[in-house]
């Protein structure tokens, strides 16, 4: 069975230790499968795609390429502080820009609206009058 271990498994085998506090059962429940299939996964046996669907599921920021290949980190980083405030200011400028322009498109609107109605007034001024 040494020849079928891959890095699939001892990856696998490392993620139930450290985010399953090394409880097959526990881990199989949150991933909603069994503890058998975890064991085998572990183990050395075929790893079964619908335990990738279920790893991602519960664990989002688990980087699937380094289960794979063991290359990179288990988990994918967060977004650095720094860039999710330059995100919060620039989507802040643009929500600004947005309702600006949503302003100046009303007032347009408005000033369309006030010649209709010039318009309309004097037709119906005109289909008023009498006939001579």
């Known amino acids: ?3 079928k271990y ?5 990856n696998f085998g490392r993620i139930v230790f450290e985010l399953g506090n090394n409880n097959q059962g526990e881990f199989a429940r949150i991933i909603g499968t069994t503890q058998q ?3 085998n996964a572990i183990h050395g046996s075929d ?12 664990f989002p920021k688990l980087d699937l390429n380094w289960l794979f290949t063991g290359k ?6 967060d977004i650095p502080s720094n860039l999710q405030e330059n995100s919060v200011i620039y ?9 600006e322009q949503i302003l100046e498109h009303n007032e347009k609107m408005d000033l369309v609206i006030k010649k209709l109605d010039i318009i309309v007034n004097k037709l119906h001024t005109v289909n008023n009058k009498p006939k001579n």
């Open 91 to 99: 989507l802040t400028k643009c929500k600004k820009c947005l309702e």
């Open 1 to 3: 069975m040494a020849d």
């Open 6 to 10: 891959t890095i699939v498994n001892k």
């Open 37 to 39: 299939t975890v064991n």
């Open 72 to 77: 990179g980190q288990m988990m994918i980083e």
């Open 47 to 58: 790893f079964k795609k619908s335990l990738v669907s279920g790893i991602k599921k519960a």
